[in-house]
């Protein structure tokens, strides 16, 4: 399945921003889906998922705290997207957002790391100023 994400922009610091990620030309079925971001020249790093069967979600919890509680991450059947609300932004969260299938349990999210580029789907520039 190709995904896009969409959404981002330029915000302050404590700002709020609604990234929406969209199957093309597919659903969502049978996938899990996680959110990503990558700052140039540093690895892609995982943000959250949510499970396709039942809905649970999970946040990167290191260090604790870091994205639960301000990032939401959610599933709108009616629209066909996976939405990550995040709200009290931080200059350290200016990063491209990516949406992409994942393994995603209720204390981890994987995905491949061997994933070329050109393979991941549009991802979404998110600038946190300071």
């Known amino acids: 399945v190709q995904l896009q994400a969409s959404g981002g922009g330029l915000v302050q610091t404590g700002g709020s921003l609604r990234l929406s990620c969209a199957a093309s030309?597919?659903?969502?079925?049978?996938?899990?889906i996680g959110w990503l971001r990558q700052v140039p020249g540093k690895e892609r790093e995982g943000v959250s998922c949510i499970t396709w069967r039942d809905g649970t979600t999970y946040y990167v919890d290191f260090p604790e705290g870091r994205f639960k509680g301000r990032f939401t991450v959610s599933r709108d059947q009616a629209r066909n997207t996976v939405d990550l609300q995040m709200s009290n932004l931080k200059p350290e969260d200016t990063a491209v957002y990516y949406c992409?299938?994942?393994?995603?349990?209720?204390?981890?999210?994987?995905?491949?790391?061997?994933?070329?580029?050109?393979?991941w789907g549009r991802g979404t520039l998110v600038t946190v100023s300071s």
């Open positions: 992409e299938p994942v393994d995603c349990g209720i204390a981890s999210m994987t995905w491949d790391p061997d994933k070329p580029s050109s393979l």
């Open positions: 030309g597919s659903t969502f079925d049978n996938y899990d």
